[in-house]
């Protein structure tokens, strides 16, 4: 992915709740995409007044005991990057999450499925006609070496207003205005 959409969540995370000054980020550092995820925040988190607390988690084992370090270092609130673990266990996290109220914005939609707050991801159905069409050259002959790589350039970003009801969190009328869809 380009670079922008981890400073992008984290914004939007900001913005949904605009007092917190800590924010917990879980990252499976061994993937190869979560470094330049985390490099990204670092370089936005002082722009946005925010402190990161990120953790390392190598299995679904190790996500307790990074809530409550981020509890005990005062978090208030979540952030994943894109690593497939955190989808994989999306009800683990967001049930966390919820047990230690932290609002969390997550890179898929997915996860606010399962009760996260908030994402802003890939708009699925774009993705999928693209790739259908990447299909259709190749069939057709195309050298896969050949074709450009793309980057996704439709975006969603989804609210789940039951899960901000619970935290207690009122979501500003601008950051509603701009979800594509708002979970009731």
Do not use: C, W
């Not at 939007?12 to 007092?19: Q, S």
């Not at 997550?106 to 990447?134: F, I």
């Not at 195309?142 to 793309?150: F, G, R, S, T, V």
Request: net charge positive.
């Amino acid at each position: 992915m380009s670079s922008g959409f981890s400073a992008k969540r984290l914004a939007l995370l900001k913005e949904a709740a605009p007092r917190i000054s800590r924010v917990l980020v879980l990252a499976y550092l061994v993937d190869p995409i979560a470094p330049p995820q985390i490099e990204e925040l670092k370089k936005a988190a002082p722009s946005l007044g925010v402190q990161l607390q990120v953790r390392d988690i190598r299995t679904v084992d190790d996500l307790p005991a990074a809530f409550d370090a981020g509890a005990k270092e005062r978090a208030e609130a979540l952030l994943t990057t894109s690593a497939s673990i955190f989808v994989a266990h999306r009800k683990r996290v967001v049930e966390l999450a919820a047990q230690h109220r932290m609002p969390g914005m997550y890179p898929y939609r997915l996860v606010v499925d399962a009760g996260g707050l908030m994402a802003y991801d890939a708009y699925t159905s774009d993705l999928q006609a693209r790739a259908a069409t990447y299909v259709d050259k190749i069939l057709n002959g195309a050298k896969p070496a050949e074709l450009p790589i793309e980057q996704p350039t439709k975006f969603e970003l989804i609210i789940n207003m039951k899960t901000a009801k619970a935290l207690g969190l009122t979501i500003p009328p601008s950051l509603l205005g701009r979800a594509d869809q708002v979970i009731e």
